[in-house]
Nanobody, 127 residues
């Protein structure tokens, strides 16, 4: 069973940076799709950034391109989301989701996530 635990959220001023971590147990970086999603109060959940082993691609939501970077460390079984130049509109609960199967591209997985989910970590950006 895949278990995901997010960490790294917090309160930061606009323009600041945070690095989120998603520690995955019961997960192997062989065939997978994994990503970061967020949900702000009163809004639908959205895919922020995803990575896939199937096509070796990464996906970023347009509004975070150039500011966020997704990466993985298979030795630590951890996926990161480096968030720079944060804006108040980035405020949300950020979740990690993953599936340990191949065949799913990164953009597809960010639009249609399934599998295991973490408990979320709050990111608050003050203006």
């Amino acid at each position: 069973e895949v278990q995901l635990v997010e960490s790294g959220g917090g309160l930061v001023q606009a323009g600041g940076s945070l690095r989120l971590s998603c520690a995955a147990s019961g997960f192997t970086f062989d065939d997978y799709a994994i990503g970061w999603f967020r949900q702000a109060p009163g809004k639908e959940r959205e895919g922020v950034s995803c990575i896939s082993s199937s096509d070796g691609s990464t996906y970023y939501k347009d509004s975070v391109k150039g500011r966020f970077t997704i990466s993985s460390d298979s030795a630590k079984n951890t996926v990161y989301l480096q968030m720079n130049s944060l804006k108040p509109e980035d405020t949300a609960v950020y979740y990690c989701a993953a599936v340990n199967r191949g065949g799913y591209g990164s953009s597809w997985y960010c639009r249609t996530p399934f599998g295991s989910w973490g408990q979320g970590t709050q990111v608050t950006v003050s203006s």
